[in-house]
């Protein structure tokens, strides 16, 4: 079992930048994908940001060139930079831990990012 938490949500108005935690704890085992995920009022959940336990990267045409997706493994914790927020990048922003073997996923509590206009 993994527990995952996140960390550093917030108000911030267009143009600005935040940085997302996530703080993995517990059986990470390899190989994984760990990912932000983020949901929107009235929307479904969708994929910002992955990194594989390998370190390659995969990002949401929406955010690509805004978002820097990275990890410290010594911290076991995941970064999501946000760059040139737009206030349609408001949502409550989901940390993902899925061990590839199995595929069963651990999912954090979420953070909410509110970009004003």
């Known amino acids: 079992q993994v527990q995952l938490v996140e960390s550093g949500g917030g108000l911030v108005q267009s143009g600005g930048s935040l940085r997302l935690s996530c703080a993995a704890s517990?059986?990470?085992?390899?190989?994984?994908?760990m990912g932000w995920y983020r949901q929107a009022p009235g929307k479904q959940r969708e994929l910002v940001a992955s990194?594989?336990?390998?370190?390659?990267?995969n990002y949401a045409d929406s955010v690509l060139g805004r978002f820097t997706i990275s990890r410290d493994n010594a911290k076991n914790t995941m970064y999501l930079q946000m760059n040139s927020l737009k206030p349609e990048d408001t949502a409550v922003y989901y940390c993902?831990?899925?061990?590839?073997?199995?595929?069963?996923?651990?999912w954090g509590q979420g953070t909410q990012v509110t970009v004003s206009s």
């Open positions: 993902n831990y899925r061990w590839l073997i199995t595929t069963r996923d651990s």
């Open positions: 517990g059986s990470i085992n390899s190989p994984y994908v």
């Open positions: 990194i594989m336990s390998g370190g390659s990267t």
